[in-house]
């Protein structure tokens, strides 16, 4: 199993629509978690970090649940400036370092 | 001008060839990262260093090594470069945690891809 999963879409959604992603993580011990956004073949670029109280910044709310080893990032009132892909990020441990892993990523295109 | 930067930005070669990646940083960050992206398989780290002295292999390093010539440069090499290493490379850099012990946000290049023949 992929230790940072994510449904790859692509989610096809209208102007104006809600949109969630989720990302599952399987090391419990995880301490940090970022989505990063990706526009076709260009660097990934952070989005925001997730705190574990959940965060908010515009249109965009990223969410923690620890128990359930998943985050999520929800976008209101989409626009086409939106589309892109969506990476979620786990800082894992591995050896005896803390190292960022990546998601697969999820795909948002939004239409007219 | 770009905090990091790769070079080439495109580059064409054969199979057996040896190639040369290179990543230069002017953030002052301590860490660098090198990764290659695939369509479909997101990103998938190859190697990263925590300061010039330290070099840590990733997920994928096999067929690829790097050198830390300062705290501002991290190049990745290539062998003998075989088909399947056709990808998109990222050098990515951060500084090390906060005072939190929160990881920071990493600071990509533009990507330099990489096609073998």
């Known amino acids: 199993r992929k230790e940072v999963e994510q449904d790859p879409g692509p989610f096809n959604v209208p102007e104006g629509a809600t949109v969630a992603f989720n990302c599952t993580y399987s090391?419990?011990?995880?301490?940090?978690f970022f989505w990063y956004r990706q526009d076709c073949r260009k660097e990934p670029k952070l989005l925001m970090s997730?705190?574990?109280s959940g965060n908010e910044d515009g249109r965009f709310t990223a969410q923690l649940n620890r128990a359930s080893q998943y985050i999520s990032l929800l976008i209101r009132d989409s626009k086409l400036s939106d589309s892109a892909t969506y990476l979620c990020v786990v800082i894992i441990r591995s050896g005896g370092s803390y190292i960022p892993t990546f998601g697969r990523g999820t795909s948002l295109i939004v239409h007219p | 001008d770009a905090d990091v930067t790769q070079t080439p930005r495109n580059r064409i070669t054969k199979t057996g060839k040896r190639i040369m990646l290179e990543c230069s940083q002017t953030?002052?960050?301590?860490?660098m990262y090198w990764y290659r992206q695939d369509p479909g398989l997101g990103l998938r780290l190859i190697y990263y260093?925590?300061?010039?002295?330290?070099?840590n292999k990733g997920e994928i390093s096999d067929g690829y090594s790097v050198s830390r010539q300062a705290q501002a440069k991290f190049s990745l090499s290539l062998e003998s470069a075989i088909p399947n290493q056709t990808a998109l490379y990222f050098c990515?850099?951060?500084?090390?945690?906060?005072?939190?012990?929160?990881?920071?946000?990493?600071?990509f290049g533009p990507g330099t891809r990489l096609t073998v023949l």
């Open positions: 990515a850099t951060s500084t090390g945690t906060s005072e939190t012990g929160a990881y920071n946000e990493q600071f």
């Open positions: 260093s925590f300061d010039v002295k330290d070099i």
């Open positions: 090391n419990s011990a995880s301490q940090s």
């Open positions: 953030k002052g960050h301590d860490r």
């Open positions: 997730v705190y574990s």
